[in-house]
């Protein structure tokens, strides 16, 4: 963390399967208590959006996430996404239709708890809902952003970003960009099928 401090930079610790749950959160408020005590001693600080140089990822299809904003320290970065791991009824919820009430209830509790969130999804419905709460709320530009995938579901971002709000675009690289890419697809078949359309369309429009 320190390193990237003295960069400018923001990490985000990203999260897998229930299994890691608990300890990738524990490393998060570990991580962001040691990184707001050196910035209230005047240390360097990283340039992610909301002000803290580190932030975490929550799945709102797990039955814990809820209890697990409650627990979050004040003004935490999240990036709230559904979820992709296939994880069983005990630990996840199964039906779509309540996943996605979930994450509205989730978007909501870290706004009540003054987070910045990303709100990570693809979803017609939930990008309108969640556009929709933000209204409600006249939440400041500065205090969420919407992220998406480079070329999945573009006409979709580039009408939220005229709508005037935060959009920021996800693209893996580095050397191993393949591999972490098929591995992400094979994990959620949706993503998938929308980065196969957005590449035919393109296909079709060259």
Not at 17 to 31: G, N
Not at 52 to 79: C, F, K, M, S
Not at 107 to 125: C, N
């Amino acid at each position: 963390m320190t390193r990237a401090e003295a960069r400018g930079n923001f990490v985000r610790i990203d999260m897998e399967d229930h299994t890691c749950t608990t300890a990738t959160l524990d490393l998060y408020r570990e991580a962001l208590a040691g990184s707001r005590t050196r910035a209230a001693a005047g240390g360097p600080t990283g340039s992610g959006a909301g002000g803290d140089a580190v932030g975490v990822v929550l799945q709102a299809y797990l039955h814990r996430t809820l209890a697990d904003i409650a627990a979050l320290p004040e003004r935490a970065n999240v990036r709230l996404c559904k979820g992709i791991y296939v994880e069983p009824p005990s630990v996840a919820i199964q039906d779509y239709g309540k996943v996605r009430r979930n994450f509205l209830a989730c978007l909501e509790a870290l706004l009540d708890r003054g987070a910045y969130v990303g709100i990570a999804t693809h979803d017609d419905y939930l990008l309108r809902e969640s556009a929709a709460m933000i209204e409600r709320r006249d939440l400041a530009g500065d205090r969420y952003e919407f992220q998406m995938l480079l070329g999945v579901t573009e006409e979709r971002r580039d009408r939220l970003a005229r709508a005037g709000h935060r959009v920021r675009i996800y693209v893996p690289y580095g050397r191993q960009w393949y591999a972490y890419s098929t591995r992400r697809l094979r994990e959620n078949p949706q993503i998938a099928g929308h980065v196969a359309r957005a590449f035919f369309v393109r296909l079709l429009r060259g």
